[in-house]
């Protein structure tokens, strides 16, 4: 009995320590899964708070673009405001261009008919100085046959006070 008994005692020392064993694992496995959930604790609290940070810089962000949009708003109302105030002057500016093409193509035909009038012109004082020309040539020509015809008609004047007049002669 003596081996039998020894066979417990060593087996109880054997439960004994794999029952110390397990203990001392749990508790290293408990220290370790307490530190681990305490670091998860701690890395949520940081991200938690770093989430409200953001949130706090998304609101910011909001607020500012709807500012923006606001303000992007009303400058384009402004401006559709003031693009209405100019169509009359714009549409006056286009009624003036147009009139200046009207007066410029007007411009142009007057120009084209005053053109046409003074070839017109041109050539009926060309023909009328040919005409002038031709008038002051027999002008010239009978001018000279009259002064042709003068100086004949004084040299026979002159010729007939040479020749005695046979008629007073002889009634004297």
Do not use: C
């Amino acid at each position: 009995m003596g081996n039998s008994n020894r066979g417990k005692e060593v087996n109880v020392g054997m439960i004994g320590i794999s029952a110390a064993v397990a203990a001392l694992a749990f508790t290293a496995l408990a220290w370790y899964g307490i530190t681990f959930l305490k670091k998860a604790g701690s890395t949520l609290q940081q991200a938690d708070e770093a989430l409200k940070e953001v949130r706090k810089e998304l609101a910011a962000v909001s607020r500012e673009s709807v500012r923006t949009l606001e303000s992007s708003s009303r400058l384009l109302k402004e401006a559709e405001e003031r693009l209405t105030a100019f169509d009359p002057l714009y549409r006056s500016v286009r009624r003036t261009g147009e009139a200046f093409e009207e007066v410029s193509a007007s411009v142009k035909q007057v120009s084209a008919a005053v053109q046409r009038s003074a070839a017109g012109i041109e050539q009926k004082v060309l023909e009328q100085q040919e005409r002038t020309m031709d008038i002051a040539a027999f002008a010239s020509m009978g001018y000279r046959l009259w002064q042709s015809w003068q100086s004949h008609r004084s040299v026979k004047s002159n010729d007939s006070r040479d020749i005695p007049d046979t008629r007073s002669d002889q009634h004297v």
